[in-house]
DNA sequence: GCCAGCCATAACTAAAAGTTATCACGCTCA
DNA sequence: TGAGCGTGATAACTTTTAGTTATGGCTGGC
């Protein structure tokens, strides 16, 4: 293998600009010997002699002119690597790889989206919107770098950074506008439309009317809080919404909105990572985006 | 500057590719922990994590991946570069600049050329025709590697290799064919034609005729051994040309060629060199090849 | 909760790179 | 032609860096 240093072309591209192994000592910082040796040792392993030595000049030979032009190619990039890396410093770079639940997806990654275009410019941003369960495997293989779930997730080896709380609020037809909100108890009661399984949004709905996820169901079944809002809306049953998505889905239906008493159903939203990942400071700006984002979406 | 070396960027590289600090110093050749401390070293000096390590895997980091693409770049590169110079070994690359007398060039280049090109086809070859002394002065300064120039040249740090001996042969008018060829000492007495001053071929004829270099002449000097030949077959008088350039000069022109009788005149042409230039084996082969173009032009 | 796998750290050794002192060579100049 | 100077090479030694083996500590799976 190659068996010269960085520091010997370093010395070679001093020499051959200064021509004197004094002069270029001294631009290099280090003793005229040290030079010569450094010099010997790379002729050496070159197996060519890359200077000519007469009395008063130090020149390259034709082939230590060849060997020049590409030592400074080489030189160039290993400057242009550490200045790279410099400029990175600290900084979130590159590939940016976040996975997000479908129930939060739609309505924060409009915001998101420019927003970290404009707080991290750099930023390549990849998004991959699927269930829980899935995200929190391709985490853990390394497949994504953060993902926006609802918490806890409790997996030990995933840092979870909580971001914010987001309550659900009922979604009934219109007709039903002005009637007092319904109670967990008198909700299980009323035909209930949910996500299909899978959907964390599910279970966290099903939790607060006291049901077990697994009770077998009628079939209804949606497959995107915009379909279990149109369903409301022809009349076939009730839903849950998390507030975020009230805006965008209630605007075009012939639904009613109304916010639960308290306690209110909801859930905490949070960025997830792995534990072993180093950039754990950038994530949590990342996440403090995030959480402006979520704040400007259900208020605006 | 860059404080990290090759061999960190190597070790890199391998445990890139890797992903396990164990098999890639196996496949470095060094211990694990002389791997973690280098990667660790270089993490440092760039001041970024390049890995992140969880207790089953080691993955680059993003910024690790930007890093990883520049690395073998560089890599490459540096492979290359000992690639060229082992290919390059002991050969003679690159640029070759040659001197060569006028009273040589034009009868031992086109065949010098042609040979060169097939025992050194990745010569590039520089030729510059001009008189000893300036070729003499452009070698001590570096601008030319080697000359071909008539010997001795007596710079003490000039080296000489001899090549071959040419004899000097009289050129008369053609209606002298068939006189004896006369002695040094009736040269004297006839109208002898020479180059103008500066030319070593116009000295070595004189110093045949034991007559001194600086003795005033009658002023129809010759530019080239050529115009001296055509002011022969002119009947303005006689002069002497290198055996060599018989062929070409004198098939044209009305006159006739003798050799003289022994002791011949002639010179050592020979093929000189800085005696510092570490190339000396490369230029006696290129001294070989010239030597073999000029006995083809004199028996051919 | 223990075991196995794996990386980090410590303590030490070997190798490499640097230092100062000195030599040897070749050119310049009296 | 021989003294002196400028310059690169070499020698002897020191410091720094890179490598070794031994060992510790964390983590995930059974």
Redesign the interface.
């Known amino acids: 293998?190659?068996g010269?240093?960085?520091?010997q072309l370093?010395y070679f591209e001093a020499l051959a600009l200064h021509g004197h192994f004094g002069h270029a000592a001294e631009a290099s910082a280090i003793s005229q010997p040290a030079l010569s040796v450094q010099i010997k040792d790379l002729e050496q392993s070159?197996?060519?002699?890359l200077f000519?030595?007469?009395?008063r000049?130090v020149?390259l030979?034709?082939?230590g002119?060849?060997?020049a032009t590409?030592?400074r190619?080489?030189l160039h990039?290993?400057?242009?690597?550490?200045d790279?890396?410099?400029a990175?410093?600290?900084r979130?770079?590159?590939?940016?790889r976040l996975g997000v639940i479908p129930t939060i997806a739609p309505y924060l990654l409009p915001r998101l989206i420019g927003n970290l275009g404009k707080s991290h410019p750099r930023l390549d941003l990849h998004v991959r919107e699927t269930l829980t369960p899935r995200l929190v495997q391709e985490l853990l293989q390394?497949r994504i770098?953060t993902a926006i779930v609802a918490l806890p997730v409790s997996e030990p080896?995933l840092f979870e950074m909580p971001l914010f709380k987001e309550n659900f609020v009922l979604v009934r037809p219109e007709k039903d506008a002005g009637k007092p909100a319904p109670r967990a108890s008198e909700l299980r009661e009323m035909r209930l439309l949910l996500l299909e399984e899978g959907h964390c949004f599910r279970d966290q709905a099903l939790n607060f009317c006291n049901a077990p996820s697994a009770v077998p169901r009628d079939g209804l079944d949606g497959s995107s809080l915009s379909t279990l809002v149109q369903m409301v809306g022809a009349g076939i049953g009730v839903t849950m919404i998390p507030e975020m998505a009230m805006g965008v889905e209630t605007r075009s239906a012939q639904v009613n909105c109304v916010a639960f008493d308290d306690p209110q159903p909801g859930r905490t939203i949070g960025l997830v990572w792995?534990?072993?990942?180093?950039?754990a400071e950038a994530f949590e700006e990342i996440g403090e985006v995030v959480r402006q984002s979520e704040s400007a979406a259900t208020t605006g």
């Open positions: 293998m190659a010269f240093s960085i520091k370093r070159m197996g060519m002699q000519e030595r007469s009395a000049q020149r030979t034709p082939f002119e060849a060997f590409r030592v190619e080489i990039r290993v400057d242009a690597l550490d790279f890396a410099r990175a410093q600290g979130l770079t590159g590939r940016f390394g770098d080896s792995r534990a072993s990942n180093p950039l």
